[in-house]
């Protein structure tokens, strides 16, 4: 998704241009009131310059006329343009997605051997093959190496490496298998090794990839609140300022000064904020282009708006704040406990263990697990719940997990747990280690130690956000030692530590009831809810379908810190809006200067006073106001796309500096430019 990013790409300006024209249709004008009024006023001033053609005399030249109206035009133009071109950069992607989503060969498996074969079993009279477009959700089909993924779904049998650049441009492949919260697969995307059996998750036209080019091309892009919010402000300006001038029609007739249709809607035009009216909507659209290009796919131009204003972010510790991988690097017995013993219970109950820490537990030992005579084996999994996992073998019973899961199967068969295992437990704990107890027939033989490590500048990240005024939360299943070592260490403000589901989502809820917007990220089902219920939720692209429906958006990269750069593009969809709002109606100052003296100052010469530009004459006047107020927006079309730059510095420090900088110079820099204008129009009138 990573592609040019070059504002102003010819064949990008050739479609903007087409579209400046279409959008000037009275039902897509109406959207916006702002310049829906320059609309009408355009249409007012074509027909004065007929009014003029036939024979009127009191309303100044036709040329002069027909200038007006040819640049309250070409302000129309320029602020179609600035949205257009912002939608083009959205439907240009759509394209280079469209060429992945090519009708793909699918080898769906017949419905009456579903559950007869294994995936490794399965011949070609199993399989019948039909289009992407064929398959229903529910359907199984099978993909093996050099296949395209015809649909989104979920691995229910086997492990593949998978190329997902068409999704995500990146070309370093990636590993899916089922039973897991990496068995999320999206059409489209490119086996190259080993076979997979997969269940379909979505309906034809409703892929992820289909999504993604709605979302992109804008079809789907709604305002968001706080747009609405704003145009209704600016709807208000616009009402204001109609009365405005509306009331010096009868001040002229006092001053016996002849006022112009001509002059009252370039007044009218100049006053009201066209610049930010015109560049609204391309805001909101180059936000949301810009999380894409960050290879983050929003599901709202809302959610993008949101993350500016986060309050609260929780972040799981494992992955994002740590590498990750944990290994296990001690075996310490209990007191009358072989080591011998201990290591041959840890290997067993890590047999089905496919985690990294389960792995790392047997590559610790170095004893094959296949060595052990272990006859029926039965074996536990780890739930969220219970905290542990095991074996269950003969008349044995293994246990390995958290410490006060293991602890309650110990003391609830009447044994003691040993106090020289609770003490290495504390151990391991505070020195940031992950402690977890193994136990044979409800008695506990001892602790593994796990650690993982810190990600380098992980510290320095949590720093900005707290300069940005959010609280960062780390979430963790380790008990509250390890959590309290590792959140002080990392430098977070607080931490879940054993954290079920739903001390996910009590804990958002809380937060949200004390009036704080949060974000979190996650890629399991056990997430879903949490992502749901926060005002921010990125599920990873390669987790669960339900992950990826319950967030508002979907991080391609799978990237478990890149929360922290979607509230970055948050604050800065926000701030771009906000200082271009301030430049517009700082303009307005400059524009007063120089139109209203000129409308009074024949009949009456003290307004001369206010005529601090000296412009040439009423005429240029008023030309060089509606030719500055017209240029100004395509002059910041790339400020609206690229958006304002922002630094950690704190609300207050960024308010004084766009204020000095957007405000001040709103108010200045049209002063220069209409003088400049002003000094080229009196040449030619």
């Avoid at 036709?62 to 083009?88: D, P, R, S």
């Avoid at 999994?381 to 996992?389: D, G, I, K, L, V």
């Avoid at 991080?555 to 979607?566: A, Q, R, S």
Wanted: negative net charge; proline residues 4%.
């Amino acid at each position: 998704m990573k592609g040019n990013n070059n504002l102003f790409q010819a064949e990008l300006v050739n479609e903007a241009l087409k579209q400046s024209f279409i959008k000037l249709h009275p039902s897509k004008m109406f959207r916006n009131p702002v310049m829906f009024m320059v609309y009408i006023g355009t249409l007012v001033m074509a027909g004065v310059c007929i009014w003029i053609a036939l024979g009127e005399q009191s309303q100044g030249s036709l040329v002069y006329n027909i200038i007006v109206t040819l640049i309250l035009f070409i302000t129309l133009l320029f602020a179609n343009f600035a949205e257009a071109i912002a939608e083009a950069r959205g439907k240009a992607q759509a394209d280079s997605l469209r060429k992945t989503r090519e009708e793909t060969p699918a080898k769906k498996v017949k419905s009456e051997i579903l559950n007869v074969k294994s995936l490794f079993t399965l011949d070609s009279s199993d399989i019948s093959l039909i289009t992407s477009s064929q398959l229903k959700k529910g359907d199984i089909f099978v993909c093996e190496a050099g296949d395209i993924i015809p649909s989104d779904g979920e691995i229910i049998e086997g492990l593949a490496t998978i190329d997902e650049s068409a999704i995500t441009g990146e070309s370093a492949p990636v590993i899916r298998e089922s039973g897991g919260d990496k068995s999320s697969v999206t059409g489209g995307t490119k086996v190259l090794s080993d076979k997979i059996k997969v269940k379909v998750t979505t309906e034809p036209g409703e892929s992820f990839l289909d999504k993604m080019i709605a979302l992109v091309e804008g079809a789907s892009r709604q305002k968001t609140p706080n747009e609405i919010a704003l145009t209704i402000l600016l709807a208000g300006f616009t009402l204001v300022f109609v009365i405005v001038t509306v009331t010096l029609k009868p001040f002229g007739d006092y001053a016996n000064t002849p006022i112009t249709i001509a002059a009252f809607i370039s007044l009218f035009v100049c006053l009201i904020p066209t610049t930010i009216g015109g560049l609204l909507s391309a805001i909101g659209i180059a936000g949301m282009d810009r999380a894409l290009r960050a290879n983050v796919i929003t599901k709202s131009g809302k959610a993008v708006e949101t993350a500016g204003d986060i309050d609260v972010l929780l972040l799981d510790k494992t992955g994002t704040i740590t590498i990750g991988n944990r290994k296990a690097t001690h075996f310490y017995p209990a007191n009358g406990i072989d080591e011998a013993v201990l290591v041959k219970a840890a290997v067993l109950s890590s047999m089905a263990d496919d985690t990294p820490e389960g792995k790392s537990i047997i590559e610790l030992a170095g004893v094959n697990p296949l060595s052990y005579d272990v006859k029926e084996p039965q074996f536990i999994s780890f739930t969220a719940e219970t905290r542990s996992s095991g074996i269950d073998y003969e008349n044995t019973r293994i246990r390995k997990g958290a410490t006060d899961a293991i602890k309650n199967i110990v003391t609830n068969s009447g044994n003691l747990f040993p106090a020289e295992v609770e003490q290495k437990v504390r151990e391991i704990s505070q020195n940031g280690g992950t402690p977890l107890v193994v136990s044979e027939n409800e008695r506990a033989l001892g602790v593994i130690e796990l650690q993982d490590i810190i990600k380098p500048g992980i510290k320095e990240r949590f720093d900005r956000l707290r300069k940005m005024g959010i609280k960062t939360v780390m979430v963790t299943g380790d008990n509250p030692l390890t959590a309290k070592f590792i959140a002080e260490k990392a430098g977070v403000d607080d931490f879940i530590a054993e954290a079920k589901p739903e001390d996910k989502m009590n804990y958002i809820k809380k937060e949200q009831a004390e009036g704080r917007l949060v974000a979190m990220m996650g890629d399991g089902t056990n997430d879903a809810p949490a992502l749901a219920q926060a005002d921010v939720g990125v599920a990873m692209n390669s987790g669960t379908q339900a992950a990826k429906e319950a967030g508002n958006m979907v991080d391609l990269d799978n990237d478990p810190t890149k929360l922290i750069e979607v509230v970055e593009i948050g604050k800065q969809l926000l701030m771009t809006r906000g200082t271009l709002t301030t430049f517009s109606i700082a303009n307005d100052v400059a524009k007063y200067f120089a139109i209203v003296p000129a409308l009074f100052i024949a009949s009456i010469p003290a307004l001369q006073g206010l005529n601090i530009m000296g412009l040439h004459s009423p005429e240029s006047a008023i030309l060089s106001a509606v030719i500055f107020n017209a240029i100004v927006i395509p002059m910041l079309i790339p400020l609206a796309l690229k958006g304002v730059a922002y630094k950690p510095i704190g609300a207050s420090a960024l308010l004084r500096r766009n204020l000095l900088i957007y405000g001040l110079g709103g108010v200045l820099i049209p002063f220069i430019g209409i003088k400049l204008i002003d000094l080229l129009v009196a040449v030619f009138i």
